[in-house]
Structures are given as structure tokens and as C-alpha cells.
């Protein structure tokens, strides 16, 4: 993905959840059956960029990134 975290805010809205292990700092976006996870790292110069995304199901196990990227954007957010 290799993005911003404001660059992710600004295409998917503020993250359902924002925490932290160890140098990850890892953002949740929540659908109606499945939720995307972004971590992000710091590399040189201090610049902060996502590195890994996830999707997992509500009910468990693993989902589909695009799909749930997908259902994410078209989900309402609180």
C-alpha cells in the first residue's frame, strides 16, 4: 500500500481504531462482515508508511483485502 497515514484517512475516513504493537501502529476500519487492518511503520527520516494490510472476517478467519476494502467504503461509519 505504502501510504500515509494521512493519505489513508483521507480515502477512507478516520479508523474505527487506532493502536499500537511494538513499532506498528495498526488502524481498523470495520464493514458489516469483515474488517481491514493497516499497519504502519516508521522508516528513514522518520516518515511514517503503511507496510502491511490485512482483512479479516467478524466471524473470524481471513477475507479478501479488496473485497473488504471495498465493503468498507461502502459501509456507513459511525
Known amino acids: 500500500m505504502d501510504a500515509t497515514p494521512q493519505a489513508v484517512e483521507q480515502a477512507l475516513g478516520a479508523p ?12 481498523r476500519y470495520s464493514g458489516t462482515t469483515c474488517a481491514v487492518l493497516i499497519f504502519f511503520y516508521e522508516g528513514e527520516g522518520g516518515l511514517v508508511r503503511s ?20 465493503e468498507v467504503v461502502n459501509t456507513p461509519q459511525a
Not at 474505527?16 to 488502524?27: L, Q, S, Y
Not at 494490510?53 to 473488504?68: E, H, I, P
Open 16 to 27: 474505527a481504531f487506532k493502536g499500537h504493537d511494538g513499532d506498528a501502529r495498526i488502524w
Open 51 to 70: 507496510a502491511h494490510v490485512d482483512a479479516r472476517r467478524l466471524s473470524g478467519g481471513s477475507a479478501d483485502v479488496s473485497a473488504c476494502l471495498r
